[in-house]
């Protein structure tokens, strides 16, 4: 019987260790009630990006225009036929917000999506050569750090002639590196230490190829922590650009160029600020509960 | 002790010659064109253009240009503004303290409300209050200052009609309060996340059992003995978040018509009045990096583990 | 006979954990006289220290909770006290010293702030005289130039120091009961002696009763009057200090004191028992040592021995204790 207990206990073991370090995090990610509400809301932003066409009943940029100009359906509060109502132009403020998803996303994607770029270049160059190359970029990732993220941004936008979503994608990717240089910069140089890069090294492989085959596998997880929780912080940059005037412009529905119309009126109709901001607070908080959680199950050490 | 300080503070000297140079670059490298005739408009004058040019020194190369600069920093030039051709410094100072009032008076309102949320969660974990903190500050995370105080426009100042929706009131308190607890609440949240889950690393520590074991009340227990340790890491929250109520400060003033930085620098983006914009973001973001080198040296006064030297 | 301090009855702690009922504690009983020593021995997880936690009722609720029994101090019953109460016991009647020293004290307080916390919280003191007095107390627990000592932080003490300061802090007001939980187990072998040595007088000075609890019956022997040995959250064997070394009934017992590294050096030779203490949940249904046990039986697997008397003060929970003979207990098998 004791030794039926142990074999038992051993094949459990053994049948743990089988298990890939990616098949646990989706294990314990699934167990985190909190991660599996975020993914269910990131799942429904993606969807609603996607399928925007179809899921608004109106054109989210021009209104029907009724005779001599006129807009019958301006300024409208929430009905059946216009759920979240309509702005001073008549447009259906519900069919704005779905398209405001696919503006939001795409921020949060793209803006990552540079930001990787240049923070995996960057950080595998400071971290790889060290010396100088690292000290330089190891300055800059602290000069871009000690910057406030949003009034780095409204200074880029300042540079462009004319403010726009192409422009605020560039402007927020180029200031949300510095975070993933620094996790490629140190995994970079902890792995050079390791041997089997000596060993790849004496085998002829090329810096390059080193870089990719083992320090990008191992620094997945805090870049994938960090990319999620990034495109959280875009979307809300993008939103408050876009407030500002300094973002997106209009006609374009972004949430946060909703808001800025909403505030316009938010004596007379302040129901047109409801809807675009608790769009912008959901996909946040869905996105940033998946990153939470995204980093708990990935790596139960780390820590923000 | 007072070396440490002064090699700290050194240390934050390159940090701010980078933040000077990058603003540099992004203005006089990037900037397609002639900056001045940007700013002045088409119909600008071409003499008045030329005049400005030529007191500003941007016929000179690009290097002499951006040692004029970094010297002028230095003296406490910052530049005359293209738009009221006043000296940058004066506008941004005159402005400043509207903002530093803001910015303070969300931070206390953050530690009064985060700490005791974070407490309240940490000692009656996973109870109905803790679960009703910690949603209230998930979403806190995630809203937008600005929506936050179009909201409480809309509720305290339209429906209830108890507060004033904006303006500074020469410097009323009544016109503080919704600005503040907006620009506040998402610091609040994020202070009483981390008061929560480093005071729930506290409260198991051996030392917190031997404030029991030695028939300290509950209160006096999590009070003086826990929080003390717990608050070390929520200091550097503090800090770090700083940055994002100083880019929240931005938001706030303009939702609020704050007569504060931020609005000032927004005005000066959407008039291109470059020198302005280059001096309210390197004053503000110098005003963030000595803020976190206050917050490195003061851990010293909360935990005697560290040393000075 | 001396009169009876605190008298432990059945007491039982559990934790109720998303697994299961953990039984810590399952009915444990013991006596500590005036001045007496009483030793709890077992290994981790025995419920030895649960048992330590329990008296002072400093047990993480929830999951933990004490469902029954008696702790009978002087005269009162303390699970049957307010918490107002107990607090005033605490520190003041029973002190408590932990196993770790380096973690045990405040970091952000100094040596001297923390023992006039104490002082002052129960006797009333104020400031300068709870000082004066945590520094009387710094030079009874051997701290050289307390005067200085008292001013500095816990980091700048090394660990036999802060186990000094916390026994300086756990006799400050002169408490009867001592309740000591592994104290020496994070320290160095000689600092160890030390310590012991150390508690050993100031017993014999403020006639405090101790309760020692350690996993190793060397420590035991070196203080103890008597001894409880635990597993399984039950006491297995109980008897006086001496008769326990030399005639132990229970196969646990021998197997603990066949564990004590006899000889310093000699740790290569240790013969520790074999197997691990099994997860709580997962005990035997009999004897809870029978998966471990060399002598075990279908009867040990089947059904858990009393607790029984087999000379005048020597208990033992043991079904075939009077068919083993556990003197020389690796010549019988």
């Known amino acids: 019987m004791k030794a039926q207990v142990e074999e038992e206990q051993e094949i459990k073991q053994i049948s743990e260790e089988a298990h890939s370090p990616w098949h646990e995090a989706w294990k314990r990610l699934k167990k985190n009630k909190l991660a599996m509400i975020g993914l269910g809301i990131t799942t429904v932003l993606l969807i609603v990006a996607i399928f925007a066409p179809i899921i608004a009943p109106y054109n989210p940029r021009y209104a029907p225009v009724i005779e001599d100009g006129k807009v019958e359906l301006s300024l409208q509060g929430p009905s059946w036929a216009h759920p979240f109502g309509t702005d001073k132009l008549g447009r259906d403020i519900f069919s704005r917000v779905v398209y405001g998803a696919r503006i939001s996303l795409m921020v949060g994607l793209i803006t990552q999506g540079i930001a990787l770029v240049l923070g995996i270049t960057l950080g595998a160059i400071a971290g790889y050569y060290g010396g100088l190359i690292d000290e330089a970029v190891s300055y800059l990732i602290q000069v871009f750090l000690a910057f406030p993220f949003i009034l780095f941004a409204i200074a880029i936008m300042a540079v462009f002639s004319e403010p726009g979503v192409d422009k605020v994608f560039l402007a927020l990717g180029l200031i949300s590196w510095p ?126 | 002790m007072l070396g440490y300080i002064l090699r700290k503070t050194l240390m934050v000297v390159p940090i701010l010659i980078g933040i000077a140079t990058i603003t540099f670059l992004l203005n006089f490298v990037f900037v397609p064109g002639d900056p001045v005739r940007i700013s002045m408009g088409q119909h600008a004058d071409p003499e008045t253009i030329e ?90 995370i995630s809203m937008p200052v600005y929506w936050l105080g179009l909201v409480l426009i809309v509720v305290f100042s339209l429906n ?63 009070i003086k003995h826990a929080l003390k340790n717990a608050l070390i890491p929520v200091i550097t929250v ?13 938001l706030t003033e303009s939702v609020f018509s704050w007569p504060g930085l931020g609005r000032l620098a927004v005005n000066a983006v959407l008039k291109r009045d470059f ?35 | 006979m001396s009169s009876t301090l605190l008298e432990v009855k059945d007491l039982q702690t559990y934790f109720f954990t998303d697994r299961g009922t953990v039984k810590a504690v399952d009915g444990v009983s013991f006596d500590v006289e005036k001045g007496e020593t009483l030793g709890i021995v077992g290994e981790s997880g025995s419920g030895k220290s649960v048992t330590a936690a329990s008296i002072m009722q400093l ?77 009387d107390m710094l030079e009874k627990v051997g701290i050289p130039s307390p005067e200085e000592r008292v001013h500095e932080h816990p ?68 203080v103890a009057d008597k001894v409880a040995v635990m597993y399984g959250g039950r006491i297995v064997e109980q008897t006086d200090t001496v008769t326990l070394y030399k005639d132990p009934e229970h196969p646990y017992t021998a197997g603990l004191i066949k564990s004590i590294p006899k000889i310093e050096g000699s740790e290569g030779k240790l013969k520790p028992i074999k197997g691990t203490v099994p997860d709580p949940l997962n005990f035997p249904n009999g004897c809870k040592f029978a998966n471990r046990c060399n002598y075990a039986e279908e009867k040990c697997w089947a059904e858990e021995p009393d607790l029984e008397e087999v000379k005048p003060d020597h208990y033992v929970r043991c079904w075939r204790w009077k068919e083993l003979d556990l003197k020389n207990e690796s010549e019988v098998k």
Not at chain 2, 86 to 101: S, W, Y
Not at chain 2, 276 to 304: E, H, K, M, R
């Open chain 2, 160 to 222: 209830l009609d108890l507060l004033p929706a904006g303006g500074y009131g020469s410097g009323s308190l009544r016109y503080l309060i919704l600005p503040a607890f907006a620009l506040g609440f998402r610091q609040a949240a994020k202070v009483a996340r981390m008061t929560r889950s480093s005071m729930l690393e506290v409260i198991d520590k051996d030392y917190v059992k031997t404030a029991r074991a030695k028939g300290l009340s509950e209160q006096i227990v999590v």
């Open chain 2, 275 to 309: 020198p302005l914009i280059q001096g309210t973001v390197i004053f503000l973001a110098a005003c963030f990096v000595l803020v976190n080198l206050l917050v490195d040296l003061s851990y010293g006064l909360l935990d005697p583990r560290i040393r000075y030297d």
């Open chain 3, 59 to 135: 047990v993480p609720s929830p999951p933990g909770d004490i469902v029954g029994g008696e702790i009978n101090f002087k005269d009162e019953n303390l699970l049957d006290l307010k918490m107002k109460r107990i607090r005033k016991i605490r520190g003041n009647e029973i002190s408590m010293i932990f196993q770790e020293p380096m973690t045990s004290l405040n970091p952000v307080y100094t040596i001297g702030e923390q023992i006039s916390e104490v002082l002052r919280l129960h006797q009333g003191l104020n400031k300068d005289e709870a000082l004066e007095k945590s520094i």
């Open chain 2, 51 to 140: 005049m400005i040019r030529a007191e500003m020194g941007l016929d000179d190369p690009l290097i002499v240009q951006y040692g004029r600069f970094i010297g002028g920093l230095f003296k406490g030039d910052f530049g005359k503004s293209f738009t009221t051709r006043q000296p940058v410094l004066d506008m941004v100072l005159e402005r400043f303290p509207a903002t530093a009032k803001l910015a303070l008076a969300a931070t206390i309102i953050s530690i009064v409300l985060g700490v005791s949320a974070g407490i309240v969660s940490a000692v009656k974990s996973n109870s109905f209050l803790d679960y009703f903190f910690m949603t209230f500050s998930m979403l806190g």
């Open chain 3, 155 to 222: 980091h700048q003490l090394s660990g036999g120091m802060r186990q000094r300061v916390m026994i300086a802090m756990a006799l400050a007001c002169n408490p009867e009961l001592l309740i000591a939980d592994e104290p020496t187990t994070a320290l160095d072998v000689t600092i160890q002696a030390q310590i012991l040595e150390l508690m050993d007088e100031l017993r014999d000075e403020f006639n405090t009763s101790i309760i020692l609890i350690t996993h190793n019956l060397g420590v035991i022997a070196e």
């Open chain 2, 238 to 250: 503090i800090g770090t978040q700083l940055g994002y109520l100083l880019g929240g400060a931005v």
């Open chain 1, 179 to 304: 975070p993933l240089a620094r996790i490629v910069r140190g995994q970079v140089m902890s792995i050079k230490e390791e041997e089997y890069i000596e060993a790849a090294q004496s085998l002829g492989a090329s810096d390059f190829r080193i870089i990719v085959k083992h320090v990008i596998p191992n620094s997945l997880a805090p870049i994938i922590v960090t990319v999620t929780l990034g495109v959280a912080g875009a979307i809300l940059a993008e939103a408050g650009l876009s407030f500002l005037g300094l973002g997106t412009q209009p006609p374009r529905p972004s949430w946060g160029v909703m808001l800025k119309t909403g505030q316009e009126y938010i004596r007379s109709y302040p129901y047109m600020i409801w809807f675009p901001g608790l769009a912008i607070m959901i996909a946040v908080m869905g996105i940033n509960l998946l990153g939470d959680g995204l980093r708990d199950a990935l790596d139960p050490k780390m820590k923000d």
